[in-house]
């Protein structure tokens, strides 16, 4: 099993406890417009609706934070903006996710998954408006990255910013515990080939509470070698 010192434990909860106090400050525009904001506290983000942030990765002297169509690179020192990508959905999707009448807060690409793999790689996958989709990056020139495979997210990623997900990389290989339809009706534990862009992967059965009866991910570990998925107990 993949044990944390406790220094880091400690470490990762203040900065959980700082993401929280920001997306408190950004999640409404109730806290810039007729009150007062502490001009002491270190904001980023979108000013006047929910980011819907997600802590992706802690990584020393950065946090990966995923958020409304972009991806902040945050210094754990500083607690500023290093880095982003911007990836936001295609005007095509978004007026379909409209058309199927969801708000147009929804319709946006929400980050929810960013996996490494040895600082080579990186998987990013988001919502794209209730079309999930994933991205992979090879590291280039100058630490930079190059996007090298695009795919659907389906089974990977959740369609809403508000459904629960988590996912654990393996190598080439991507275990996640999200849902699968549009509803959020058919949840799974699925695992994907991230190498290929077509691959069905496996999935545990559908419609069978014997193995998902209404699960609420939480997170994910590996343990002597096999990967495993947490579910919220009700």
Same mark, same amino acid.
């Given at each position: %099993?993949? #044990?944390?010192? /406790?220094? +880091?434990?400690? %470490? !990762?909860?203040? %900065?959980?406890? &700082?993401?929280?106090?920001? @997306?408190k400050m950004t999640s409404t525009?109730?806290?810039?417009?007729? &009150?007062? =904001?502490?001009?002491? =506290?270190?904001?980023f983000g979108n000013s006047s609706t929910s980011d819907y942030f997600k802590l992706l990765d802690l990584d020393d002297n950065y946090?990966? +934070?995923? @958020?409304?169509?972009?991806? $902040?690179?945050?210094?754990? !020192? /500083?607690?500023? !903006? =290093? &880095?982003?990508? #911007?990836?936001?959905?295609?005007?095509?999707?978004v007026k379909e996710c409209l058309m199927k009448g969801k708000s147009k807060d929804a319709c946006h690409n929400y980050v929810r998954i960013l996996a490494k793999d040895n600082d080579q790689s990186i998987l990013i996958c988001g919502t794209n408006a209730f079309q999930p989709i994933c991205r992979k990056y090879e590291r280039a020139k100058y630490d930079e $990255?190059?996007?090298?495979? !695009?795919?659907?997210?389906?089974?990977?990623a959740p369609y809403d910013p508000n459904h629960n997900s988590t996912f654990l990389r393996d190598g080439d290989l991507l275990y996640a515990g999200t849902v699968s339809d549009f509803s959020g009706a058919d949840p799974l534990i699925h695992?994907?080939?991230? /190498? #290929?862009?077509?691959d069905l992967g496996?999935?545990?059965e559908r419609n069978d509470v014997k193995f998902l009866n209404e699960p609420n991910f939480v997170g994910s570990f590996r343990d002597n070698e096999v990967s495993l998925a947490k579910e919220k107990k009700n």
């Open positions: %099993m993949i #044990k944390r010192s /406790t220094g +880091i434990q400690q %470490m !990762e909860g203040q %900065m959980r406890m &700082h993401l929280v106090n920001l @997306a525009n109730d806290n810039l417009q007729g &009150h007062s =904001v502490d001009p002491s =506290v270190l904001r946090l990966l +934070i995923g @958020a409304r169509d972009v991806v $902040y690179n945050i210094s754990v !020192e /500083t607690f500023t !903006e =290093v &880095h982003s990508i #911007k990836w936001p959905s295609k005007e095509s999707v $990255y190059r996007q090298s495979l !695009e795919f659907s997210g389906l089974g990977i695992r994907r080939n991230i /190498t #290929k862009m077509i496996i999935r545990t």
